[in-house]
């Protein structure tokens, strides 16, 4: 069996499996190829020795910063791109199930981990390119605030491949928009008349690839998101140094500031929030209190319909999509981010 080395023979490994070409994945051990995830993660460690690998142990491949998980029960499986200084990704072999349950569990685990949480803007990135067409949305609203009995979620997965206007359709997905929060899109490619690369994007920072015919195009495709992201970071955290103001969270939909407040008290769930209230008015909260990713201080003031965020000192500035990613999803809709005025993680 053919062990993965270096960075020529994972991209060998990932290109037998967009050929389907057996012999080549039984060169590897494989008799069938799964799709290949990948994931954005956003990192506060230096370096990949500070952490420890989802499944088995990092070895390092031949180019530098790019490591494959070694040991284990799934060897040659994960291969982490290190490359840049705070976003890293991952690329899985392993079934959808196991490889969701690897890194939720490594980023949980593992104090200055986080997800890069993709803005609307972001997942909405190749809208406009030469060659790509949206072919699917997923749109969510989970009602999270509300007693279980009570609660009135919403989701909606429209595939609508190749006719994007069915009748009806278009107004329905413009409408639903402008409320709820966008948790999927569906993108492909087509060069010279056949499709070359069709992938679904999800809010946390993972994409899934559908159909690819090249794995460097793939690479490069899954690398330009990462690179979007990490710029949108520096740009933040710029922000925030020059100015020490408040990210502003803008909702679609109002929320239940009493369950709100109920929900950060606990330091439970996605938002890794643990926050003390130390004003109340019927339609305003003010917390104090720490992130949880980095546990470093952060200042949240609460609306009805908006919120004001503060990151003080060094603290990540990548609380601040991942709250409007998650609170949009869960309870307030549509969510846009801005920076004395200026749309950010976009």
């Not at 939720?104 to 997800?115: E, Q, T």
């Not at 009748?167 to 087509?190: C, H, M, N, P, T």
């Not at 709250?323 to 950010?344: L, P």
Request: charged share 25%; with cysteine.
């Amino acid at each position: 069996m053919r062990n993965i080395q270096n960075l020529r023979d994972f991209k060998d490994r990932l290109q037998a499996g967009f050929d389907n070409n057996e012999e080549s994945l039984e060169a590897f051990g494989k008799t069938y190829s799964t799709q290949l995830k990948a994931y954005l993660i956003e990192s506060n460690h230096k370096t990949i020795g500070a952490v420890d690998c989802p499944c088995g142990t990092w070895q390092k491949l031949d180019s530098v910063d790019w490591y494959v998980n070694s040991e284990g029960d799934f060897p040659n499986t994960l291969f982490l791109d290190s490359t840049r200084d705070r976003v890293w990704i991952i690329y899985s072999l392993l079934g959808a199930t196991e490889s969701d349950l690897f890194i939720d569990n490594w980023i949980k685990r593992i104090k200055g981990l986080d997800n890069c949480w993709l803005s609307r803007n972001q997942l909405l990135h190749w809208e406009d390119l030469q060659s790509w067409s949206q072919r699917g949305l997923g749109l969510k609203f989970l009602d999270g605030l509300s007693p279980e009995d009570e609660a009135g979620n919403f989701s909606l997965k429209a595939w609508y491949g190749a006719n994007r206007y069915i009748q009806g359709l278009d107004e329905i997905l413009k409408q639903a928009e402008e409320k709820f929060a966008i948790y999927s899109v569906r993108w492909q490619k087509r060069t010279n008349g056949s499709v070359s690369i069709s992938a679904e994007w999800y809010s946390n920072g993972k994409a899934t690839i559908n159909r690819a015919t090249d794995v460097d195009e793939v690479v490069i495709y899954i690398a330009e998101m990462a690179n979007r992201y990490s710029d949108a970071l520096k740009d933040a955290t710029n922000l925030r140094d020059k100015s020490m103001g408040a990210f502003e969270l803008d909702f679609s939909q109002e929320i239940n500031l009493e369950a709100f407040s109920d929900t950060v008290a606990k330091g439970i769930g996605e938002m890794k929030l643990w926050l003390v209230e130390t004003e109340a008015q019927p339609d305003f909260r003010r917390f104090r209190g720490i992130d949880l990713h980095t546990w470093d201080r952060v200042l949240l003031d609460v609306g009805t319909d908006f919120a004001h965020l503060t990151i003080p000192g060094v603290g990540c500035v990548n609380a601040a999509p991942r709250i409007a990613a998650i609170q949009g999803e869960d309870n307030a809709g549509k969510t846009s981010i801005f920076y004395d005025g200026v749309s950010v993680f976009a």
